[in-house]
């Protein structure tokens, strides 16, 4: 699995994702390719570290991007139903 220490390759998947989120608009792709891309800059910055550290700074990374872009791209009138009592009675 040496490619996945080359950081063009990481840059790739970026491109990938961000076309495959103007394809399919839904914001969970656009947060994994924002992920892909800090991802080449960070094998550019440590390139000596293991598949298992790269995978886990990739998750890390792609979750706290989705979760930041889902915050700023929800409808401002995006309201959580609470039900107090079962409809079902």
């Known amino acids: 699995m040496a490619w996945i220490s080359l950081w063009w390759v990481w840059l790739c998947a970026a491109l990938v994702l961000a076309i495959l989120e103007l ?17 080449a800059g960070v094998v550019v910055v440590a390139p000596g570290l293991g ?3 790269l995978m886990a700074i990739f998750g890390a990374v792609s979750l706290v991007s989705w979760l ?3 915050r700023v791209f929800r409808s401002p ?4 139903r609470i039900v ?5 009675k």
Do not use: C, K
Not at 84 to 88: Q, V
């Open 84 to 88: 107090h009592e079962d409809i079902n």
């Open 23 to 39: 394809l399919i608009p839904s914001y969970i792709f656009l947060g994994i390719a924002v992920g892909a891309a800090v991802m």
């Open 68 to 70: 930041v872009l889902r």
């Open 77 to 80: 009138d995006d309201q959580t």
């Open 51 to 53: 598949v298992s550290t």
